[in-house]
């Protein structure tokens, strides 16, 4: 009764080792059984050797003691693996919270118990957390290009003196000596014009580039990067977040940035 008290307790305090237990009580339930068979032999054989009860080294009753011993441990053994094994498959209780609601009328009339609804909170965010937190992170995020640019002195444009490796311009396509013309709508005539690019811009955005490279014009895309929090996003992560924000979000919140009146609707 002991035993059964504590396979009871564990399965109440933590299901998940019942089915470890249950295995490892089956397993010895049968070397017990092994152990049976053997003693069971020795019985056999002490009964056609030396069993005469004027023999003091008979030893037929002590395997035959040591033989049912076996069996019960045995059985014993299996019956628990089996309760453990019933226990682990047997479905917890369900648990639900009642409320009573009383009148407080003078005829004294109560309200019947009903059941107070429960909410089961998720380990993960849910969409509306999830599209919340995104749209925090992109509002706060500062967009970047990944180059060093100053004031051109021979040409137009902003001079490209660094190239940071694995950043948006060095993915589109950016060298060192490069100078940037325009990006999007806007002139890039000086550093000024520059950061007032980058003021608008959005983590993500993608804005063709026209530069002067060798004395011959080019036409580049770029997509901004961002960076947040002390990191920089890969843009991966920011198309991931620009999606869980959604898309007429990320539209409205580009144009705003651009100071563009947003289309009414129809």
């Known amino acids: 009764m002991l035993t059964m008290a504590g396979m009871v307790s564990v399965w109440r305090g933590n299901k998940a080792l019942a089915f470890p237990l249950a295995v490892l009580l089956l397993f010895t339930g049968f070397l017990a059984v092994a152990a049976t068979v053997i003693d069971s032999v020795d019985v056999r054989d002490a009964r056609d050797r030396l069993c005469s009860l004027a023999t003091?080294?008979?030893?037929?009753?002590?395997?035959?003691?040591?033989?049912?011993?076996?069996a019960l441990v045995a059985a014993f053994l299996i019956a628990a693996a089996a309760c453990l094994f019933f226990l682990?498959?047997?479905?917890?209780?369900?648990?639900?919270?009642?409320?009573?609601?009383?009148?407080?009328?003078?005829?004294?009339?109560n309200l019947p118990i009903v059941p107070a609804p429960t909410t089961q909170r998720s380990s993960k965010p849910g969409k509306t957390e999830r599209v919340?937190?995104?749209?925090?992170?992109?509002?706060?995020?500062?967009?970047?290009l990944g180059i060093v640019v100053s004031n051109s002195?021979?040409?137009?444009?902003?001079?490209?003196?660094?190239?940071?490796?694995?950043?948006a311009a060095k993915a589109a396509g950016l060298k060192t000596g490069d100078a940037?013309?325009?990006?999007?709508?806007?002139?890039?005539?000086?550093?000024?014009?520059?950061?007032?690019?980058?003021?608008?811009?959005?983590?993500?955005?993608?804005?063709?580039?026209?530069?002067?490279?060798?004395?011959?014009?080019?036409?580049?895309?770029?997509?901004?990067?961002?960076?947040y929090d002390g990191r920089s996003y890969t843009a991966?992560?920011?198309?991931?977040?620009?999606?869980?924000?959604?898309?007429?979000?990320?539209?409205?919140?580009?144009?705003d940035r651009k100071g563009i009146a947003p289309i009414p609707a129809p």
């Open 56 to 70: 003091y080294s008979c030893k037929g009753p002590q395997y035959i003691a040591t033989c049912v011993f076996d």
């Open 88 to 109: 682990y498959r047997m479905p917890a209780r369900r648990q639900t919270r009642t409320t009573r609601i009383e009148s407080e009328s003078d005829d004294g009339v």
């Open 132 to 144: 919340a937190e995104a749209r925090r992170v992109l509002t706060s995020m500062r967009p970047t």
């Open 153 to 167: 002195v021979d040409e137009d444009g902003v001079a490209v003196t660094d190239v940071l490796p694995g950043k």
């Open 180 to 227: 940037i013309l325009s990006i999007g709508a806007m002139q890039t005539n000086d550093h000024e014009d520059f950061d007032r690019v980058m003021a608008e811009a959005f983590p993500g955005e993608s804005e063709p580039v026209v530069l002067q490279r060798g004395g011959s014009r080019k036409n580049l895309n770029v997509t901004f990067g961002g960076h």
């Open 236 to 255: 991966k992560e920011i198309r991931h977040l620009r999606k869980e924000a959604g898309a007429d979000w990320v539209i409205a919140q580009e144009e």
